[in-house]
């Protein structure tokens, strides 16, 4: 039972994170921290886009890094 109530506490916000990455971007503005190393080859909208896309996905591989451990105790605890 304990095994199956950790997994749960590390899945929930994990898979919060990775659902709600967009959103999470574009409210606390994490694609101004984005750093890119050839801005001269796009175009300012396309390196706003391409900061934006970078973010969600950094946020989604660490929502997925965070849910990671609640799926192998899942896993464990339900066989």
């Keep these: 039972m304990f095994?199956?109530?950790?997994?749960f506490?590390?899945?929930?916000?994990?898979?919060?994170?990775?659902?709600?990455s967009r959103w999470l971007v574009s409210k606390y503005?994490?694609?101004n921290n984005i750093k890119c190393?050839?801005?001269?080859?796009?175009?300012?909208?396309?390196?706003k886009e391409y900061k934006f896309n970078k973010a969600v996905v950094n946020l989604k591989m660490l929502g997925m890094l965070i849910a990671l451990p609640g799926i192998a105790?899942?896993?464990i605890a339900f066989r």
């Design 3 to 7: 095994l199956k109530v950790i997994g």
């Design 9 to 20: 506490i590390f899945l929930i916000p994990g898979v919060l994170m990775v659902f709600a």
């Design 29 to 31: 503005r994490l694609d």
């Design 37 to 47: 190393d050839f801005e001269n080859v796009f175009s300012e909208e396309e390196l």
């Design 73 to 75: 105790l899942i896993l």
